[in-house]
């Protein structure tokens, strides 16, 4: 639902054709960049979620900025690169009848969303809660030796209760029961919930889970399916493929070595896909004002000031990535598909939410410092009053200069700090602060300056911080996945210096498909492994590399 604004959509083409000519006037970075934000994160652009028209709109409006300013495209299209994704899945055809009754869609049940696309029909069996533990000497299954052409009902609890310390806690995932009953021979999988301390699952329809081979179900209400005897269900979920968009400009000073200076422009649209801290009910736009929309405005008018500047000892690409809250997949694409030759980029800056700098003490974070020997330096050397600068050393960070520093390239991130407006509705242009944008752009001109050299940086390896990616594990295998990988299994886009993965010799580029007896089918089916093991567990771990299987001997 959109928030209440009245929007003239005409009157507001004309602002902004306005706003692009105004641009190129004698008015100050933080007032030009204000500007922008207002029309970034303004409910016409809808929360610019990539693969969405709304984001089409936002980069008609970087892409014709880039042009004003004199930059040329550099995009596969112009300023613009474009890449498939995929958004999620959408219901199709979707039946289901017990014993003659027809339960409603949504109201009554969901599909899952590793749910196979098929139809099923047959008598139905209940299995209690699907699960087979040799090792405890438990099995819901010994009394069926076979499945076959029957639909199983489990519950999504387990004998002993949904808690941490359930002996069963290793035979939790509702995912691998199900494959279990697919494996005894199950044509579907219908599931029910009549534990009271069971959550029951999410319909997300937005993550980028591999599915099983037969249909499953979640009915709410478990006795519309106890006591009966029979079943028909189809089962259709569609995917939703998108395209991305990257807007890139280019400033070619006919020198050696080139800069990239980056910033994602994306956000999370109406909440609907993930990403949303939002709890109410009604779908509201997510405007993004700090992010990302604060460091857009901050990429516009930097390539307008650089342009115009006397940095012509260096080229400079600036790109407005798109997919970042997906994944980081504008940045992906580009550093697999990239339109310069990154071994001639000598480094890469990003801005990412650098429109809150708190005024109580004027704290920035500068991340990737350890990402050349030069960058210490380089940042002790420029003192823009009152900023605090804060550093860290690893070039991993869930934003876009992972992707560089994965390429060997030397990295900076700069970020003014998450606050109580982050992914929700209310991060609106009102509470930037703009003085304080024009602090930071100040200090990134500054950085530029001291490096106006035709040179490239000495890249460095950093020790990645595992608090800044996935959620916590009693271990770590150390390898950073390619989230735009859509085969079968989990591919690795990086590995940590001095973790498991390198020890045992896993490359970037491997796709892991087995850890231990757990298949690897998707990210979720690695993160549920993970948890399965301790701190001095040795195991083994399955990689295709070029086609071949591959086995290591893994110790956590």
Known sequence: MLRKRSINHAFLAVVIAVTIVSCT???SPAQNMKKHIEYLASDALEGREAGTEAEKKAATYISSHFKTAGLEPRGTNGY????????????GEVHLAIDGNKPELDKD????????????SGALVNVGFGIEAP?????????????????????????DGIHPHSKYIAYHSIKDRVKKAEEKGASAVILINEDPTAADPEKNYTDKIARVGIPVIFIKDASLVNEKEYAKLRTELIDDNRKGR???????????????????????GYGRHGGSLYRGEEDRIHNGAD????????????AGTIRKSSLKNLNYLFIAFSGEEKGLLGANYFTKNPTIDLENVSYMINMDMVGRLDT????????????????????????????NINTTESGVGPSDQTAFYLSDIPVLHFFTGTHENYHKPTDDPEFINYDGMKLVFDFIMEVNNALNKDVKLVFAKTKDDESRKAPRFA???????????????????????????????LQKGDILIQIGDYSIDDIYAYMEALGRFKKGDKVSVVVMREGQKKNFEVRF
């Open 360 to 387: 109580a003490d004027y704290d920035i974070a500068i991340n990737g410092v350890g990402t050349s020997p030069v960058w210490d330096s380089v940042i002790r050397e420029i003192n823009i009053p009152p900023l």
């Open 25 to 27: 006037s004698q008015e």
């Open 80 to 91: 613009y690169q474009d890449f498939d994704f995929l958004m999620g899945k959408n219901p």
């Open 475 to 505: 271990v770590t295998l150390g390898i950073i996945p390619d989230y735009m990988f859509d085969g079968g299994g989990l591919k690795i886009d990086g590995v940590s210096d001095g973790k498991p993965a390198a020890t045992a010799g």
């Open 246 to 268: 990257n807007v890139i400009g280019w400033i070619d000073n006919n020198a050696s070595y080139s800069v990239i200076i980056g910033a994602h422009y994306d956000h999370l």
């Open 135 to 159: 090792d405890l000497g438990y099995s819901d299954f010994a009394n069926y030796s076979s499945l076959n052409e029957k639909i199983a009902v489990f519950s999504i609890s387990s004998p």
């Open 109 to 120: 049940y969901f599909v899952m969303n590793f749910s196979a696309n098929g139809e099923a």
């Open 291 to 302: 992010d990302n929309a604060s460091g857009t405005a901050m990429l516009i008018e930097m």
